[in-house]
């Protein structure tokens, strides 16, 4: 089978995907060291297996006793310790490893991570890492009290569990990403000292405080009324509950037809009706949740007590009703799927064959279609994933098979004492908890922004200490700055921002030269444009083309006419620029410079206001406008703080606001 696996493998055109890990999956590995590397892969193997019976041996007391939602913890050897590692996503690296779905109930994926602490501070020579969907989770709860460099890009292969501990490789060790086994022998060297700070260590401590010992409160014990096959299976195998469960919180259209039959737990091999009894059963808090809270009508024939036998009989019933009938969803389901050894694998394999444009111009039901599809399926099943998956689809359903073949009766469970419900108002005080959470999530929000306010306040002493105080800040520094900056010449690369405007080298700007430059550009003045229109285009087009160019001046000389044309232009210019501006509101937004004050009597003219305008002041609108920009950005950066920094002005922060 593993060689036609191969020969498919390698003629084949439907390759498997790399799915994303499950939102409810939990993914964990742990690695002796000093790595046994080098060794034969029959030494090897025999080196991994004796970790495995110890790591087993010393979860024995607690994993035997303790109830999971969906997948117990469990440790297991990679298929191929030689081969890269594909659970894990990485090299051939000796290692144990597990996934663990929690499902809905997350205080299993925290329970589990205390398990990692507790055998790295067993097994001083065990480095551990756990990862979700949502990568290093444990740096989500220690989120305010990272140093800043760590972020998810510069996280992968720096984050592990060693001697109890949180150890996180810093840049000075590692620059780049590390490989992992540099990074695990790292961690086993301890040349640096790679143990997360204080902060950190308590935000994950306070996580799994009491842990494992505190799981115990996470479940709950109900007293049920079920078929006797059902108390039988719950009997020897109390963990298939959480399968029972799933069934049922689960259920579709399909499924829930089984459950109307009920096949398997409510008639007997004869077909005759079973008996029930009344037993106990233990669950999870989440898995007690999902069964009160949906509404469950009885399948027909299902036997259910009156209701005026008392609330407390009809609540056992009901509750017990559910998990027989999420067993019988359960069983069936499983059995079908594990004779098509199809499953969720199949279908995620299924839907990566359409992504990839396997069926593209096909017709679902057509002969093409059909011949794909069966081709796809050969392959599918020549493949160890699918042998993998009929036995898990599989196991629930041989071992039920295992236990219904075994003697049994409703007398056995008769005379026995139970223990009594727990009380279940925990179903509606959930808020206090949900408070309490909040404030504790608030109070370490509180505590970051005042170490990120101290911080922030130090760094501003030793800026002030180190420069003039904002009472000796100079407005004519923006002005000067600015007006250096737009002396300084630009090029396709941008415009040139000295670090430091005192060291600023001055660069001479030709004013007649520019002035001729924009006459050539703009036309002579109104009177001799008609005449010269034949010429305006060739001096336009002349001048821009040879701005640049080192004999430009001379050539612009004998164009350009004398001093006194030039003197004429501007004061047609500035004339009509004036007359246009009067005309609009824009002459009220820029402030204008203090005249002298003068005798001068008798009634004002407009028309003499009009055309002698008081002189804009351009520096002071210059100092308003940053200013005002400045403080916009109420302490956030922005246009006017990045290039005041950049020509090294400095404004202090706004005290009125």
């Known amino acids: 089978m593993a060689a036609a696996a191969a020969a498919a493998s390698s003629s084949n055109p439907f390759p498997f995907p790399t799915r994303r890990p499950p939102d409810d999956t939990l993914f964990y590995a742990v690695y002796p060291l000093p790595?046994?590397?080098?060794?034969?892969?029959?030494?090897?193997?025999?080196?991994?297996?004796?970790?495995?019976?110890?790591?087993?041996?010393?979860?024995?007391?607690?994993?035997?006793?303790?109830?999971?939602?969906?997948?117990?913890?469990?440790?297991?050897?990679?298929?191929?310790?030689?081969?890269?590692?594909?659970?894990?996503a990485s090299p051939p690296l000796p290692h144990l490893h597990g996934a663990l779905r929690f499902g809905d109930s997350l205080p299993d994926e925290w329970l589990a991570v205390s398990l990692l602490f507790a055998l790295t501070r067993a097994f001083p020579d065990l480095v551990a890492r756990a990862w979700d969907s949502d990568g290093d989770f444990l740096l989500i709860e220690a989120a305010f009290a990272l140093p800043r460099w760590l972020d998810p890009d510069t996280a992968p292969n720096r984050v592990f569990i060693f001697r109890g501990e949180l150890h996180i490789l810093p840049p000075s060790l590692f620059p780049e990403t590390p490989s992992l086994e540099a990074a695990l022998?790292?961690?086993?060297?301890?040349v640096v000292d790679t143990r997360a700070s204080d902060a950190v260590q308590a935000a994950i401590q306070r996580r799994i405080a009491g842990m494992p010992e505190k799981a115990s409160e996470n479940l709950h014990t109900a007293r049920?009324?079920?078929?006797?096959?059902?108390?039988?299976?719950?009997?020897?195998?109390?963990?298939?509950?959480?399968?029972?469960?799933?069934?049922?919180?689960?259920?579709?259209?399909?499924?829930?037809?089984?459950?109307?039959?009920?096949?398997?737990?409510?008639?007997?091999p004869g077909g005759e009706g079973v008996e029930m009894v009344r037993t106990s059963v233990r669950m999870t808090r989440a898995m007690y949740a999902q069964l009160m809270q949906q509404s469950f009508q009885a399948p027909r024939g299902y036997p259910m007590p009156r209701r005026e036998e008392g609330p407390d009989r009809w609540r056992e019933a009901e509750l017990g009703m559910k998990i027989a009938c999420g067993f019988?969803?359960?069983?069936?389901?499983?059995?079908?799927?594990?004779?098509?050894?199809?499953?969720?694998?199949?279908?995620?394999?299924?839907k990566s064959l359409e992504a990839t444009g396997c069926f593209e111009g096909l017709v679902p039901g057509s002969k093409e279609y059909k011949r794909v599809m069966e081709d796809a399926m050969q392959y599918y099943k020549s493949t160890s994933l699918f042998l993998r998956t009929r036995e898990i689809l599989s196991a629930p359903v041989h071992r039920i098979d295992e236990i219904l073949a075994m003697p049994y009766s409703a007398e056995?469970?008769?005379?026995?004492?139970?223990?009594?419900?727990?009380?279940?108002?925990?179903?509606?005080?959930?808020?206090?908890?949900?408070?309490?959470?909040?404030?504790?999530?608030?109070?370490?929000?509180?505590?970051?922004?005042?170490?990120?306010?101290n911080r922030k306040s130090q760094k501003q002493n030793v800026s002030g200490s180190s420069s003039s105080q904002p009472s000796e800040f100079n407005l004519g520094d923006i002005t000067d700055s600015m007006q250096e900056f737009v002396k300084k010449m630009s090029s396709f690369e941008g415009a040139e921002v000295p670090s430091n405007?005192?060291?600023m080298e001055s660069v001479d700007l030709d004013v007649d030269q520019f002035f001729k430059a924009m006459e050539s550009v703009?036309?002579?003045?109104?009177?001799?444009?008609?005449?010269?229109?034949?010429?305006?285009?060739?001096?336009?087009?002349?001048?821009?083309?040879?701005?640049?160019?080192?004999?430009?001046?001379?050539?612009?000389?004998?164009?350009?006419?004398?001093?006194?044309?030039?003197?004429?232009?501007?004061?047609?210019?500035?004339?009509?620029?004036?007359k246009e501006l009067s005309k609009t509101t824009i002459e009220e937004t820029f402030s204008r410079a203090q005249r002298p004050s003068t005798n001068k009597e008798g009634p004002s003219n407009a028309d003499d206001s009009d055309g002698d305008m008081a002189p804009v002041d351009v520096d002071l609108n210059l100092v308003e406008s940053f200013l005002n920009s400045y403080s916009s950005q109420q302490g956030l950066p922005g246009p006017a703080s990045n290039l005041l920094g950049l020509m090294g002005v400095k404004v202090p922060t706004d005290g009125k606001k």
């Open 501 to 503: 405007r005192k060291d």
């Open 412 to 453: 056995d469970f008769q005379g026995i004492s139970l223990p009594p419900s727990d009380d279940d108002s925990w179903l509606c005080n959930g808020e206090d908890e949900l408070n309490a959470e909040l404030q504790e999530r608030q109070k370490e929000m509180e505590e970051y922004e005042a170490v990120k306010k």
């Open 185 to 190: 022998a790292a961690v086993y060297d301890g």
């Open 35 to 88: 790595l046994p590397t080098g060794l034969p892969t029959p030494a090897l193997l025999a080196s991994l297996q004796s970790l495995h019976l110890s790591l087993l041996s010393h979860l024995a007391p607690f994993l035997s006793s303790h109830l999971f939602h969906r997948d117990p913890f469990s440790l297991s050897l990679p298929a191929d310790p030689s081969s890269p590692c594909a659970l894990c």
């Open 522 to 578: 703009l036309g002579r003045d109104s009177q001799e444009e008609d005449g010269n229109d034949g010429e305006f285009d060739t001096k336009s087009f002349s001048s821009d083309m040879d701005f640049d160019d080192s004999d430009y001046e001379n050539d612009s000389a004998e164009e350009a006419g004398d001093k006194d044309m030039d003197d004429s232009f501007m004061e047609s210019y500035s004339d009509a620029l004036n």
């Open 328 to 350: 019988e969803m359960m069983y069936q389901e499983r059995r079908r799927e594990g004779e098509e050894g199809k499953g969720s694998t199949w279908e995620v394999y299924r």
């Open 224 to 268: 049920v009324i079920v078929p006797a096959p059902v108390a039988k299976v719950l009997k020897e195998e109390p963990c298939l509950i959480a399968r029972a469960v799933e069934g049922f919180y689960d259920r579709d259209i399909d499924t829930m037809k089984h459950a109307a039959r009920m096949d398997k737990f409510l008639k007997g």
